[in-house]
C-alpha cells in the first residue's frame, strides 16, 4: 500500500528521475542501503524502487506506529520499527533479517536519523550507525547503495516551513534523483564494513545530486 501511494504521491511533488549503475540490480533478499536528508526520503525510495518492481520493507521510526491510520498501513506491509536507545533496539536487526531470509527486500537509514540543518541544500551523508554492517554480516545479504537528492527542496526547516514546501512543491515541482549503484558485499570487521557501506552510499549520494543539478560535475 504505501509503495503504490508513493508512486501516485511523489510524482506530483516533483519531476522524479530514476538512474542506475551499468548492471546494478535490487534482487530479492537484499538490502537498500540510503542516505537520509528529509522526512520525505522514504516516500522518494519507495517510489522510484517501485518502478523497478520492487517492494520493499522499510526500518523506520517505532514513532510512526504511533499514528492511527498510517499505523495499519504499516504493520499490513511488513515495515520494521526501529525502537533507538531502548532495550528493544536490537529487535529491528532480527525482524530484518527475518524478512530477508523470506526474500523480502529491506530499505535501512544508515545515518539513523535527519541532518541537523535548516536550509534546502545538499550535503553529503552523515557518519553510519553499525546497525546495517551487522545486518549484513549475520545475513550475508548483498547491499544495494542508493543515493537520493531533492528531497530538502520539498521539506526542510521549521515545521512551518515543511508544511509551506509541501504545499507549493506540485507548483515548484523541484527535481528528485534517485540513483541505485553497485551491489556490494561487505567486508572486514563492522568499522571497515561500515566505512565500505559509507564510501558506496555517498557515491551513489553524488551521482544523484550531481543528475539532480544540485551540485558541480566531476
Do not use: C
Not at 4 to 29: D, Y
Request: proline share 7%; aromatic share 2%.
Amino acid at each position: 500500500m504505501l509503495s503504490t501511494v508513493a508512486r501516485t504521491v511523489v510524482p506530483a511533488l516533483g519531476r522524479l528521475r530514476i538512474s542506475a549503475e551499468e548492471g546494478a540490480a535490487i534482487a530479492p533478499g537484499s538490502i537498500v542501503a540510503a542516505n537520509h536528508s528529509a522526512l520525505v526520503d522514504p516516500g522518494v525510495v519507495l517510489a522510484a524502487v517501485g518502478r523497478l518492481g520492487v517492494r520493499p520493507v522499510v526500518l523506520a521510526t517505532a514513532g510512526l506506529w504511533r499514528i492511527p491510520v498510517l499505523a495499519g498501513a504499516l504493520v499490513r506491509g511488513g515495515h520494521i520499527p526501529v525502537h533507538r536507545g531502548s532495550e528493544r533496539a536490537a529487535e529491528s536487526l532480527a525482524a530484518a533479517a527475518e524478512a530477508l531470509a523470506a526474500g523480502r527486500v529491506v530499505v535501512i537509514y544508515p545515518e539513523g536519523r535527519l541532518p541537523r540543518r535548516v536550509d534546502a541544500g545538499e550535503s553529503a551523508p552523515g557518519p553510519f550507525r553499525t546497525g546495517l554492517a551487522r545486518l549484513a554480516e549475520a545475513t550475508g545479504a548483498p547491499v544495494v547503495p542508493v543515493g537520493q537528492a531533492g528531497s530538502r527542496r520539498i521539506s526542510s526547516g521549521s515545521t512551518a516551513k515543511q508544511l509551506a514546501g509541501l504545499a507549493t512543491a506540485p507548483l515548484r515541482r523541484p527535481t528528485l534523483h534517485v540513483h541505485v549503484g553497485t551491489p556490494v558485499r561487505l567486508a572486514g570487521d563492522t568499522g571497515a564494513a561500515t566505512a565500505q557501506a559509507h564510501a558506496a552510499v555517498s557515491a551513489a549520494w553524488r551521482t544523484a545530486a550531481q543528475r539532480a543539478g544540485l551540485l558541480p560535475a566531476g
